[in-house]
């Protein structure tokens, strides 16, 4: 599971309060199990609402033409343990490109279908008014007009927070904005100097899979001694790699061995700014902006 779906279902966990009414029809009543043991499959939220009925809600960052299918088996599955509620799935889009999935499958004796929203359609300032600040968090996926409004709104969130509360929730901005490369070249530049303690205990809390993979995504290194106070550039130079590699893939919808090669060897943070702000921007040929901006033939 990739550190964008955990940092989704850990921020759901704590039910983002404006984003959950505007997801479901009726007001949540209470969380439900997402495993299903002897199907092996896990949804991403379950909840019964105050009218009794079942919501589904699946998040997905790219186009997979199989998601039909996949919201079919989790539907058997929630049917087969919830079988006289009524079920409603929702499938939010909150990948960079442009939503291509179907919602519904047509055959001779089947009839399925889904309601499938890209959170892109959700205007972000309705998120940021709020005051609960994982709808803050989620605004950056939604339309965004004014990016430095909700760098401003995010920075100020985590200026009531504890150390431990600040850490947190900066990774998860950093880690939610890698679908969005533009606004995450703005994030890291507003925030590169502020501190983020690592301790070895963080490891061992309960959502220790996902502070570990976030920590390795920013570079920053399990096994630190306790207390060592680390700042957010000591992980810039990986970030802004992966943020130049995230863009090509983008583009590309590949990343070549050798560009990942070449691009790993570079230690200039700037230059790959510089670089990913070019090939988000350019109208030339990108592959030859590639080969001239990198060298290689």
């Not at 984003?19 to 007001?27: F, G, N, V, Y």
């Not at 442009?98 to 959170?119: P, V």
């Not at 600040?166 to 995450?184: F, I, Q, S, V």
């Not at 703005?186 to 899979?209: F, Q, S, W, Y």
């Amino acid at each position: 599971m990739s550190s964008k779906d955990i940092a989704l279902k850990d921020i759901f966990e704590e039910i983002p309060h404006r984003l959950s009414k505007i997801l479901a029809p009726a007001p949540i009543k209470e969380l439900l199990p997402t495993n299903f043991p002897s199907t092996e499959l896990r949804v991403d939220f379950l909840a019964r609402l105050e009218d009794e009925s079942i919501l589904h809600i699946e998040f997905q960052s790219f186009n997979n033409p199989n998601m039909p299918f996949r919201m079919l088996r989790y539907y058997l599955a929630i049917l087969e343990r919830y079988p006289s509620s009524s079920i409603k799935q929702l499938l939010v889009y909150v990948g960079n490109r442009k939503l291509r999935m179907k919602s519904r499958l047509r055959f001779r004796n089947l009839s399925f279908s889904y309601e499938i929203l890209d959170i892109r359609q959700i205007d972000c300032r309705v998120l940021l008014e709020s005051p609960d600040p994982m709808d803050r968090l989620l605004a950056c996926l939604c339309k965004v007009e004014d990016e430095a409004y909700l760098i401003e709104k995010l920075i100020k969130t985590m200026e009531g927070m504890n150390e431990e509360e600040r850490k947190d929730y900066l990774l998860k901005a950093l880690t939610l904005t890698e679908l969005r490369p533009n606004l995450r070249i703005r994030l890291t530049e507003e925030v590169k100097h502020m501190p983020i303690v690592v301790r070895l205990e963080d490891i061992r809390l309960p959502k220790r899979k996902l502070r570990k993979d976030i920590l390795y995504r920013l570079g920053l290194e399990e096994g630190r001694k306790e207390g060592e106070v680390i700042g957010v550039e000591k992980g810039i130079l990986k970030s802004a790699q992966d943020m130049v590699i995230a863009i090509i893939e983008g583009k590309l919808g590949y990343v070549p061995e050798e560009i990942v090669n070449r691009i790993r060897e570079i230690r200039d943070v700037e230059f790959l700014r510089s670089l990913a702000k070019k090939l988000v921007s350019t109208s030339e040929d990108f592959m030859q902006v590639l080969a001239i901006e990198l060298k290689i033939s």
